[in-house]
């Protein structure tokens, strides 16, 4: 039961983690922000179920960055933090490449533990689209944060992303459902 409060905590504050920094710069004092971060990173830490999407390489990362903001008194260390969660993505997608069964797959066997081979050939495919999503992705949240308008920061990382990352989503999704009647098909 703790292992569901957590994960939704933690869904909801990386959700709403560039509002509440953009939002939170104007009112509170960067200290504060940074105890967020650590907060959201010990949480994400912690409501991880496996080695795979624990990334323990990532909880030490977030905190140097929360720590860059407390000393420095900066919000950029704050700002990289949806940066490292798409790098932290990206990873976890491409090194899934390697496995037999990529991260995608894994997901599609919960649905269906009898995918045909055609559907894991998919699988792969869309695990390689995803990758190139987080990469590109990460690659805008970090130029926002180079170029230091935190309007633009937070109007991508808080609300673009998001609506990019819902498009792939669906448009996948239609997709998949084309796969899957051209599999029945044949």
């Not at 010990?42 to 990334?55: A, K, L």
């Not at 993505?89 to 997901?107: A, D, G, R």
Request: aromatic share 12%; with cysteine.
């Amino acid at each position: 039961m703790m292992r569901v409060i957590a994960t939704s905590l933690l869904v909801v504050l990386t959700l709403s983690y560039p509002a509440a920094v953009y939002f939170g710069l104007q009112y509170f004092d960067i200290k504060y922000l940074a105890a967020l971060l650590i907060g959201l990173a010990v949480i994400r830490h912690f409501s991880s179920r496996s080695s795979v999407t624990s990334q323990k390489w990532l909880l030490p990362l977030i905190l140097i960055i929360a720590a860059w903001s407390w000393v420095d008194n900066s919000p950029t260390g704050l700002q990289l933090y949806p940066v490292l969660i798409n790098l932290s993505l990206l990873l976890v997608f491409y090194f899934s490449l390697s496995q037999p069964q990529t991260i995608i797959e894994k997901f599609a066997r919960l649905q269906e533990p009898d995918l045909p081979p055609e559907a894991v050939v998919y699988t792969r495919k869309v695990t390689k689209v995803w990758c190139l999503f987080f990469l590109l992705n990460g690659s805008v949240a970090l130029a926002t944060v180079i170029i230091g308008d935190q309007q633009l920061w937070a109007l991508y990382n808080g609300l673009i992303s998001y609506i990019l990352m819902g498009t792939l989503m669906a448009v996948e999704y239609l997709i998949r459902l084309q796969v899957q009647r051209r599999i029945e098909r044949d």
